[in-house]
Structures are given as C-alpha cells and as structure tokens.
C-alpha cells in the first residue's frame, strides 16, 4: 500500500540531486567558457541592459514602498518606548543587510530570471540551440556567460540603487510626515550602518545574482514540451530562484555577521 507513494518520494529525491549536480555542471563550464574567446561584447551589454535597466524600474517602486512601510512601523513600535529616534538606523541596517539584496533578488528572479528562461526555453524547444552545435557555435558561452556575467555585475549595482531609495522613503516619512528630528535621524545611520554593511550588502547581491542566472539558464536549456514545458519551466525558474535566494541568504547571514 505504501510503495507507490514510498517510491514516488525517493523518485523526487533522486531528480532533485540530479538537477543540483546539473546546476554545477553548468556553473562550472559557465566560469570554463568565460575565459575563452570569442568575446561576445554585443551579447554582454545587450545582458546588462536587460538586469539592469529593465529591472530598475520594478526594484526602485519596491524600495521605495518598502522604506515608507518600514518607517512607519518602526516609528509606532518604537513610539510605545520612546524612541522614535532609532528609526533611521534601525531601517537603514534591515534595508543595507537583509531586505535590500533579498527583495531585489526576488524582483529580478521574478522579472528578468523569468525571461531569461522563457528565451532559452523557446530556442531549445524550437530547436535554435541544436543549431547552433550544428555551427560549431557553444550554446552555453552565446546564451549562458554573457548572461552570467551581467547578473554578477549588475546585481550589487541593483542592490544599491535599492537601499538608497529605501533609506530616502523612510527619511521622507519619518521626518516630512512624522516629525522625527532629521539630524537625529541621519546620526543614528551614520551609527549603525557602517562600510562592511554595504559591501556585505553587494556581496549578497552578486551571490544572488549568480543564483538567478545559472537556475533561469538551466530551466531554460532544458526546457522541453513545447510552448506547455516552456511555461513549466518559467515557473520552476521563478519558484526555484525564490527558495535558492532564500537558502542562500540564511547561509551568508551566519558568514558575514
């Protein structure tokens, strides 16, 4: 009575480890092929525009919001102790620490991780990838470096340009509609926050970075089914890359503080 479901849980394991060995396969023939010519600069920026520039609208509007909801939840939670006044870097440490490479890595998995995987997905399935082995061109340094690269590069920046803003929303709430004091507010940041913060900060970014796109790279090359396992596979990638972001935040967290 219980082998079928004894056995479809082992079968689930077995793939599971499979695909993760399949993941560093990948990963290391990425970093292989990153030193070899040729050098496909064309590709490369076409990829930082995509991570970046296609992605900065999504990951502003998010840091944005995030930073007024979290001044003002601090200002009433701190307000029953009175002290109000650490709400600025109190905010300022979540976002340069934990929120801002988290919530960044989750916009970008969700926006260009998903495209990514749609892309490659599309030209597997149509058999664009198969061609390019028949041209003796190397499907993984035309579709995944370029890719790679700007994810690792872009990522930090993305991460950046997030806790700014989110710092900027909660200073705008604390003190333009909650009345903190401003200097009070913008001491107790240069208290908190200090220069490893924002360099841990990148470094989170880069590692997520490089998570989204090896999965969205992956899920695409292997995509198979038509336009339904396309569509399967954009949504593993998204799922996937969520949970790895995840996984690997709490990780780096115990490594870096």
Do not use: H
């Not at 930073?67 to 006044?85: D, H, K, L, P």
């Not at 997030?162 to 004091?181: C, L, P, Q, R, T």
């Not at 590692?207 to 569509?231: D, Q």
């Amino acid at each position: 009575m219980m082998k079928a479901p004894i056995e479809a849980l082992g079968q689930r394991v077995i793939d599971g480890v499979e695909e993760i060995g399949q993941m560093i396969m990948l990963t290391v023939e990425t970093f292989f092929w990153m030193v070899r010519p040729p050098y496909r600069f064309g590709l490369f920026f076409s990829a930082l525009d995509s991570f970046g520039v296609g992605s900065l609208f999504i990951v502003l509007f998010t840091g944005l919001f995030t930073g007024f909801v979290m001044a003002y939840q601090s200002i009433i939670g701190f307000a029953m102790f009175n002290a109000e006044t650490l709400v600025g870097g109190t905010v300022a440490v979540s976002l340069t620490r934990e929120l801002g490479p988290v919530l960044t890595g989750l916009m970008v998995a969700g926006r260009t991780g998903s495209s990514i995987t749609t892309e490659i997905g599309t030209m597997r399935v149509t058999e664009q990838i198969d061609a390019m082995d028949v041209m003796a061109v190397n499907p993984i340094q035309y579709l995944v470096v370029p890719r790679v690269i700007a994810a690792i590069l872009m990522m930090p920046v993305l991460v950046t340009l997030f806790n700014f803003v989110g710092i900027f929303a909660a200073y705008v709430m604390s003190v333009e509609m909650m009345n903190i004091d401003p200097g009070i507010f913008l001491q107790k940041i240069r208290d908190f926050v200090v220069i490893s913060d924002l360099v841990k900060s990148g470094l989170k970014g880069m590692a997520f970075g490089l998570a989204i796109a090896v999965i969205a790279c992956y899920k695409g090359f292997y995509a198979s089914g038509g336009a339904k396992g396309v569509g399967e596979a954009t949504t593993s990638s998204v799922v996937t890359s969520s949970v790895t972001i995840l996984f690997i935040d709490y990780w780096l967290n115990f490594v870096m503080w």
